[in-house]
Nanobody
Framework: QVQLVESGGGLVQPGGSLRLSCAAS????????MNWHRQAPGKKRELVAAITRAGDSSIYADSVKGRFTVSRDNADNTLYLQMNNLKPDDTAGYFC?????????WGQGTQVTVSS
């Protein structure tokens, strides 16, 4: 049974930081490229960051470049998203996704709220 479990969300003031985690089980984690997505109420889902299977390359949405960093620990089957200088527009549910060919798995998400 595949599980992706996100954690680390919460309420933070503008300019603050959070670190999201996504713990994977039931898959050979190192065989999957991993992505972070977010979706705010009334808005389309947005790909925030993606990282290769080895963790040697990543891409980011323009809206988060320079503020967010995606990383992974293949020995610990965990994906991370370090979010710095958070803005109210970053408020959303954040979801991790594992993808490889036709295999595609999603977590339940963790809520991030940026507000003073």
């Amino acid at each position: 049974q595949v599980q992706l479990v996100e954690s680390g969300g919460g309420l933070v003031q503008p300019g603050g930081s959070l670190r999201l985690s996504c713990a994977a089980s039931g898959i050979t984690f190192s065989r999957y490229a991993m992505n972070w997505h977010r979706q705010a109420p009334g808005k389309k889902r947005e790909l925030v960051a993606a990282i290769t299977r080895a963790g040697d390359s990543s891409i980011y949405a323009d809206s988060v470049k320079g503020r967010f960093t995606v990383s992974r620990d293949n020995a610990d089957n965990t994906l991370y998203l370090q979010m710095n200088n958070l803005k109210p527009d970053d408020t959303a549910g954040y979801f991790c996704q594992a993808g490889e060919g036709q295999d595609n798995y999603w977590g339940q998400g963790t809520q991030v709220t940026v507000s003073s």
